[in-house]
């Protein structure tokens, strides 16, 4: 051990155990898991009550994915209620390991991982993989509690020592290769003033990183850490014990340096630390030998980690010796751009260092220099100080860094001295104060910012730009900047806009600075200009600060997408609250409405209590919102008579926006509670629909106005006011919403029973108004069936057929569309087309044939079908040629029987007749329908017109009996009766008779009736 004894690195050791048990002791409590199954993902909640530093790492190289989620707490991870729930989740273990706390989740493979933290819960949700949730049959558990001691930092190295007549420069530990090419000088300066002592260092604020990787690394390429700022930010960085140390003099600066490079995830996360004055920032370099250098300043610096060897030209400290005797020693270092001397105390070696910030990249001291009275450590900006003595005096001169105290530094008998190497001061009654590693919450500092407010806004706005002309090219940006945040603390957007734009243009580099990024996003929220803010309010380096939700709620409500918006608000109303006036109730009021359009009415109150406390500053455009809101919210809350109270007189406000909005809100809310009517609902929708143009109001009340319309039975009209409304406010969330209402409406019409009740022309003009809500698939040809199926009863068979037409050329396939031609070839010959009907028959047996079907009873069809078109085309031999080659059922022998009797062939009508007649057994014992009495009567025309007198006569003695006791006895008996009995008047009833009979109809109409997925397969 080269700085620490053996003793002194033992008893440092065990103060460290002690400490830690203590803390276990005492604070050591319990983390409950949950454990809940939501739609499509299982969530495991950490609720420790606040907010708990955390780092998940995912293993998926075995057979199961494991998710291992490090919380920095000395609790006691608690597995009591996660119980019950095995969907996504095989197993829970929980360990405990010094200040670390474990959870490891076995979860699916193919299982998707996301996290955050809300409210002191940090959560985790497993999505489903693609194949749908597994369930598990058990939940094994495997608890293993430990609480280790910490492992100690790594032991600090010793520097060489070296000779004092002259800093001595050792290369071997140069990590960033600067040589010092400095001589000698003497300057003549003041002797610093005996107050100029060393200072007592403050007890140093630390934040630990989420976890601290203790395991060596090595880059192999170059990786940048970006810091940046609004405001001029001094820089100290540094190497010490093979940790980089970023010391800035911002303390109001929260945001935390950036590491950027291919290999950014082998860095380990850096650790914390609140100096009073200023932050410092701790990252453990890689094993490897590295150079490290600094680039830029002022409001963005850039500190380069390369592999690859860098020489740089660093400012060395020059000898000098003051007074009247010239007998008093001090060095100086030539920091010209030195900004400020930050004292704090090593958290691991306990002793004071003086970090000097600088504004510059090129002032920096470069490597170690050991002296006996102090020790420079290895600097890559500006430059640290340990010091060896008391009565150190360390001050800044205007042109660098001096250092003495009132006797001299020892630098004349460099010989007589010996070098001294840096002792390790242990302090017991110092213990290390942890803070959590949060996320910060804030990023905007508008109490500061605001500068006295409005009442003195001309007057410093007036100061800090007169000031403009003296200042440097930095100053000058600093200084814009400032009056951009002045603006915007102010409430006055486009005067930050403005001043953000000059700031970019004096500085491009600003582009990538967090803090103008996210002013810029506020200013654009403010000023209305949603799409532009919301590119910089959703930059990824946002992501962390809390306060960011809030306007990134505020903005996407602001774009209509209140959806999105109640995802990203939040339960803490806390940083609201504390803005100034000017602001509070602008964010206070949107958010308030993002609630309760999420149905969380009670943190909408929440919001709502920030305005109310301040109503009577409010001008009476925010009054009327206020109102409003708070209308909304007695609504929810069921408190209808407390809502109307205050939407009433707001329909007669000058606030044109508010007097619609509650116009809107009221006639849907008295049509919900039965009040008014629905007509009487439709004529208030009519006045307020036209009242405001131009945003997504109109929208919502052309939106509403459209449903009343389509749940009134006006579908075409309800239909084109929804498009209409639709097209106002095109690619939002509610132009989304409509159309998915507008297609539900369509379907409903013509999927249900609703289109029996619809006139069969207002159907027809629907479905070709909006022919492209029409749903894909099945339930799309269902939708077109439907129609044509109403307009075939209706008798509008050109229209159903054309389209039929359609479902077979372009939608249906296979037996559908065969089914579904042969189908249509009926409703032609229904409506006396029998080309048409052959074309469709054709159609059929092509479709058919292309799938190498074989539907016989579908054949069959086919064939009658086609013999009737034949016949209706004048082709009557053909057609009984057809039929002849048919097994002779009911339906062939009809069908010949009717193509006989209309070609006047009576002898093949009577036959078939005959036939039919027999295949009904018809008894003459029993009464017959009239059916088989029309059949009867029918065979008798055919006999007599064929002139088979004794057929004739047989049938007529046959059923002479049976038949008088129908309806048609009268008839059947001038068709019968003997020949020298007959008289013209028979005649004419014969061929009244023949006009009349169509003895294939009865097919056609129960086949064009019958809808295709119904006929017999």
Same mark, same amino acid.
């Given at each position: 051990?080269?700085?620490?004894?053996?003793?002194?690195?033992?008893?440092?050791?065990?103060? !460290?155990?002690?400490?830690?048990?203590?803390? =276990?002791?005492?604070?050591?409590?319990?983390?409950?898991?949950?454990?809940?199954?939501?739609?499509?993902?299982?969530?495991?909640?950490?609720?420790?009550?606040?907010?708990?530093?955390?780092?998940?790492?995912?293993?998926?190289?075995?057979?199961? &994915?494991?998710?291992?989620?490090?919380?920095?707490?000395?609790?006691?991870?608690?597995?009591?209620? =996660?119980?019950?729930?095995?969907?996504?989740?095989?197993?829970?273990?929980?360990?405990?390991?010094?200040?670390?706390?474990?959870?490891?989740?076995?979860?699916?493979?193919?299982?998707?991982?996301?996290?955050?933290?809300?409210?002191?819960?940090?959560?985790?949700?497993?999505?489903?993989?693609?194949?749908?949730?597994?369930?598990?049959?058990?939940?094994?558990?495997?608890?293993?509690?430990?609480?280790?001691?910490?492992?100690?930092?790594?032991?600090?190295?010793?520097?060489?020592?070296?000779?004092?007549?002259?800093?001595?420069?050792?290369? &071997?530990?140069?990590?960033?290769?600067?040589?010092?090419?400095?001589?000698?000088?003497?300057?003549?300066? !003041?002797?610093?003033?005996?107050?100029?002592?060393?200072?007592?260092?403050?007890?140093?604020?630390?934040?630990?990183?989420?976890?601290?990787?203790?395991?060596?690394?090595?880059?192999?390429?170059?990786?940048?850490?970006?810091?940046?700022?609004?405001?001029?930010? @001094?820089?100290?960085?540094?190497?010490?014990?093979?940790?980089?140390?970023?010391?800035?003099?911002?303390?109001?600066?929260?945001?935390?340096?950036?590491?950027?490079?291919?290999?950014?995830?082998?860095?380990?996360?850096?650790?914390?630390?609140?100096?009073?004055? @200023?932050?410092?920032?701790?990252?453990?370099?890689?094993?490897?030998?590295?150079?490290?250098? %600094?680039?830029?300043?002022?409001?963005?610096?850039?500190?380069?980690?390369?592999?690859?060897?860098?020489?740089?030209?660093?400012?060395?400290?020059?000898?000098?010796?003051?007074?009247?005797?010239?007998?008093?020693?001090?060095?100086?270092? $030539?920091?010209?751009?030195?900004?400020?001397?930050?004292?704090?105390?090593?958290?691991?070696?306990?002793?004071?260092?003086?970090?000097?910030?600088?504004?510059?990249?090129?002032?920096?001291?470069?490597?170690?220099?050991?002296?006996?009275?102090?020790?420079?450590?290895?600097?890559?900006?500006?430059?640290?100080?340990?010091?060896?003595?008391?009565?150190?005096?360390?001050?800044?001169?205007?042109?660098?860094?001096?250092?003495?105290?009132?006797?001299?530094?020892?630098?004349?008998? $460099?010989?007589?001295?010996?070098?001294?190497?840096?002792?390790?001061?242990?302090?017991?009654?110092?213990?290390?104060?942890?803070?959590?590693?949060?996320?910060?919450?804030?990023?905007?500092?508008?109490?500061?910012?605001?500068?006295?407010?409005?009442?003195?806004?001309?007057?410093?706005?007036?100061?800090?730009?007169?000031?403009?002309?003296?200042?440097?090219?930095?100053?000058?940006?600093?200084?814009?900047?400032?009056?951009?945040?002045?603006?915007?603390?102010?409430?006055?957007?486009?005067?930050?806009?403005?001043?953000?734009? /000059?700031?970019?243009?004096?500085?491009?580099?600003?582009?990538?600075?967090?803090?103008?990024?996210?002013?810029?996003?506020?200013?654009?929220?403010?000023?209305?200009?949603?799409?532009?803010?919301?590119?910089?309010?959703?930059?990824?380096?946002?992501?962390?600060?809390?306060?960011?939700?809030?306007?990134?709620?505020? %903005?996407?409500?602001?774009?209509?997408?209140?959806?999105?918006?109640?995802?990203?608000?939040?339960?803490?109303?806390?940083?609201?609250?504390?803005?100034?006036?000017?602001?509070?109730?602008?964010?206070?009021?949107?958010?308030?409405?993002?609630?309760?359009?999420?149905?969380?009415?009670?943190?909408?109150?929440?919001?709502?209590?920030? $305005?109310?406390?301040?109503?009577?500053?409010?001008?009476?455009?925010?009054?009327?919102?206020?109102?409003?809101?708070?209308?909304?919210?007695?609504?929810?809350? @069921?408190?209808?008579?407390?809502?109307?109270?205050?939407?009433?007189?707001?329909?007669?406000?000058?606030?044109?926006? /508010?007097?619609?909005?509650?116009?809107?809100?009221?006639?849907?809310?008295?049509?919900?509670?039965?009040?008014?009517?629905?007509?009487?609902?439709?004529?208030?929708?009519?006045?307020?629909?036209?009242?405001?143009?131009?945003?997504?109001?109109?929208?919502?009340?052309?939106?509403?106005?459209?449903?009343?319309?389509?749940?009134?039975?006006?579908?075409?009209?309800? #239909?084109?006011?929804?498009?209409?409304?639709?097209?106002?406010?095109?690619?939002?969330?509610?132009?989304?919403?409509?159309?998915?209402?507008?297609?539900?409406?369509?379907?409903?019409?013509?999927?249900?029973?609703?289109?029996?009740?619809?006139?069969?022309?207002?159907?027809?003009?629907?479905?070709?108004?909006?022919?492209?809500?029409?749903?894909?698939?099945?339930?799309?040809?269902?939708?077109?069936?439907?129609?044509?199926?109403?307009?075939?009863?209706?008798?509008?068979?050109?229209?159903?057929?054309?389209?039929?037409?359609? #479902?077979?050329?372009?939608?249906?396939?296979?037996?559908? =569309?065969?089914?579904?031609?042969?189908?249509?070839? +009926?409703?032609?010959?229904?409506?006396?087309?029998?080309?048409? +009907?052959?074309?469709? #028959?054709?159609? !059929?047996?092509?479709?058919?044939?292309?799938?190498?079907?074989?539907?016989?009873?579908?054949?069959?069809?086919?064939?009658?079908?086609?013999?009737?078109?034949?016949?209706?085309?004048?082709?009557?031999?053909?057609?009984?040629?057809?039929?002849?080659?048919?097994?002779?059922?009911?339906?062939?022998?009809?069908?010949?029987?009717?193509?006989?009797?209309?070609?006047?062939?009576?002898?093949?009508?009577?036959?078939?007749?005959?036939?039919?007649?027999?295949?009904?057994?018809?008894?003459?014992?029993?009464?017959?329908?009239?059916?088989?009495?029309?059949?009867?009567?029918?065979?008798?025309?055919?006999?007599?017109?064929?002139?088979?007198?004794?057929?004739?006569?047989?049938?007529?003695?046959?059923?002479?009996?049976?038949?008088?006791?129908?309806?048609?006895?009268? #008839?059947?008996?001038?068709?019968?009766?003997?020949?020298?009995?007959?008289?013209?008047?028979?005649?004419?009833?014969?061929?009244?008779?023949?006009?009349?009979?169509?003895?294939?109809?009865?097919?056609?109409?129960? /086949?064009?009736?019958?809808?295709?997925?119904?006929?017999?397969?």
């Amino acid at each position: 051990m080269s700085f620490f004894t053996r003793k002194q690195y033992t008893f440092a050791v065990l103060s !460290a155990v002690a400490a830690s048990l203590l803390i =276990a002791e005492t604070v050591l409590a319990d983390i409950p898991v949950r454990v809940s199954r939501k739609d499509d993902h299982t969530r495991v909640v950490i609720d420790g009550g606040k907010s708990l530093p955390y780092n998940i790492q995912i293993d998926n190289t075995g057979a199961e &994915k494991h998710v291992n989620v490090s919380i920095t707490s000395n609790e006691k991870i608690n597995l009591s209620d =996660a119980k019950n729930q095995f969907t996504n989740l095989k197993s829970i273990d929980a360990s405990t390991s010094g200040n670390t706390a474990t959870l490891t989740l076995h979860v699916p493979t193919g299982s998707d991982i996301r996290d955050f933290d809300i409210g002191g819960r940090i959560i985790i949700d497993i999505n489903d993989p693609p194949g749908g949730p597994v369930e598990y049959t058990a939940n094994i558990r495997r608890i293993n509690t430990e609480h280790n001691d910490p492992p100690p930092h790594e032991q600090p190295h010793t520097p060489e020592p070296a000779q004092t007549d002259a800093p001595l420069v050792h290369d &071997k530990n140069n990590h960033d290769g600067a040589q010092a090419n400095h001589d000698d000088e003497t300057h003549e300066t !003041a002797l610093p003033e005996e107050h100029n002592s060393e200072p007592e260092a403050p007890k140093t604020n630390v934040v630990y990183a989420t976890q601290i990787d203790k395991d060596a690394y090595s880059i192999n390429e170059p990786h940048v850490i970006k810091i940046s700022a609004t405001e001029t930010l @001094g820089l100290s960085a540094f190497n010490r014990f093979g940790y980089l140390w970023l010391v800035h003099d911002q303390p109001n600066n929260n945001i935390p340096p950036q590491i950027i490079g291919p290999k950014t995830a082998k860095f380990p996360d850096m650790e914390r630390f609140d100096l009073g004055e @200023g932050i410092a920032f701790r990252l453990k370099l890689p094993e490897n030998n590295v150079s490290i250098y %600094t680039e830029g300043g002022t409001l963005l610096w850039r500190v380069i980690i390369t592999p690859e060897k860098h020489t740089a030209v660093s400012k060395s400290p020059e000898r000098q010796f003051l007074g009247p005797n010239k007998d008093v020693g001090a060095l100086f270092w $030539p920091l010209r751009s030195a900004t400020n001397i930050i004292t704090f105390r090593d958290p691991d070696a306990g002793d004071d260092i003086h970090a000097v910030t600088v504004s510059d990249s090129s002032d920096f001291a470069g490597p170690e220099r050991n002296f006996v009275e102090l020790y420079q450590m290895p600097s890559f900006a500006g430059t640290v100080i340990k010091n060896k003595t008391d009565n150190l005096g360390i001050r800044l001169t205007g042109q660098g860094v001096l250092v003495t105290n009132a006797d001299g530094l020892n630098l004349t008998k $460099p010989r007589d001295i010996k070098s001294r190497i840096l002792e390790v001061e242990e302090k017991e009654e110092e213990e290390k104060k942890k803070q959590q590693d949060t996320e910060f919450r804030e990023i905007f500092n508008f109490d500061r910012w605001i500068m006295g407010g409005p009442a003195h806004l001309v007057k410093n706005e007036f100061v800090l730009l007169s000031s403009l002309k003296d200042r440097d090219d930095a100053g000058r940006t600093e200084d814009i900047l400032s009056l951009a945040k002045l603006s915007l603390a102010n409430n006055r957007s486009i005067e930050t806009l403005g001043y953000l734009d /000059y700031a970019l243009a004096e500085l491009p580099s600003l582009s990538e600075n967090i803090e103008f990024i996210a002013l810029r996003g506020a200013a654009n929220t403010l000023a209305g200009r949603y799409k532009e803010a919301v590119t910089d309010l959703f930059y990824p380096g946002l992501n962390k600060y809390e306060e960011a939700m809030h306007w990134r709620a505020a %903005t996407l409500a602001g774009l209509g997408d209140w959806q999105s918006a109640g995802k990203s608000i939040i339960d803490d109303i806390s940083v609201v609250r504390d803005y100034p006036h000017t602001l509070r109730h602008v964010l206070a009021l949107p958010l308030a409405e993002v609630a309760l359009r999420a149905g969380n009415v009670k943190l909408a109150d929440a919001y709502l209590t920030i $305005p109310k406390a301040m109503k009577d500053e409010l001008n009476r455009f925010d009054k009327a919102e206020l109102d409003y809101l708070t209308g909304e919210s007695h609504r929810q809350r @069921g408190e209808i008579k407390r809502a109307i109270a205050l939407w009433e007189p707001l329909t007669q406000t000058l606030d044109k926006l /508010y007097r619609v909005k509650a116009g809107l809100a009221l006639t849907r809310l008295l049509y919900d509670e039965e009040m008014i009517t629905i007509e009487e609902a439709i004529e208030r929708m009519e006045l307020l629909r036209f009242s405001w143009r131009g945003d997504t109001l109109e929208t919502r009340a052309n939106y509403q106005l459209g449903l009343l319309y389509l749940k009134n039975g006006n579908y075409l009209r309800g #239909l084109n006011i929804l498009k209409r409304a639709a097209k106002l406010t095109p690619d939002t969330p509610i132009a989304e919403r409509i159309t998915q209402d507008m297609s539900k409406a369509f379907q409903d019409l013509f999927l249900t029973e609703t289109i029996d009740k619809l006139p069969p022309l207002e159907a027809v003009s629907v479905y070709k108004e909006f022919q492209e809500l029409t749903p894909p698939g099945k339930q799309g040809d269902t939708l077109i069936s439907n129609l044509a199926e109403r307009l075939v009863q209706v008798e509008l068979l050109g229209q159903a057929s054309s389209l039929f037409d359609y #479902l077979i050329d372009r939608r249906l396939k296979g037996v559908d =569309a065969a089914r579904t031609a042969s189908r249509l070839a +009926a409703i032609y010959l229904i409506d006396a087309l029998p080309d048409k +009907a052959m074309k469709a #028959l054709n159609k !059929a047996r092509r479709i058919l044939g292309e799938a190498g079907q074989v539907v016989p009873d579908l054949a069959r069809d086919i064939n009658l079908l086609e013999a009737r078109a034949l016949a209706d085309g004048g082709n009557t031999s053909r057609a009984l040629e057809i039929l002849s080659r048919m097994r002779q059922d009911d339906d062939v022998l009809r069908l010949r029987a009717d193509i006989a009797w209309q070609e006047g062939k009576w002898q093949i009508a009577a036959q078939s007749l005959e036939l039919l007649i027999a295949k009904q057994r018809i008894s003459i014992q029993s009464e017959l329908t009239d059916e088989q009495a029309t059949m009867i009567l029918n065979w008798a025309v055919a006999l007599n017109l064929s002139d088979e007198r004794r057929a004739l006569a047989s049938l007529r003695n046959r059923f002479t009996r049976a038949m008088a006791a129908t309806t048609r006895a009268k #008839l059947f008996e001038v068709v019968t009766r003997p020949r020298q009995s007959s008289r013209i008047s028979d005649r004419n009833t014969i061929s009244s008779i023949v006009t009349e009979v169509d003895l294939f109809r009865n097919f056609l109409e129960t /086949y064009r009736e019958t809808k295709p997925d119904e006929l017999p397969n």
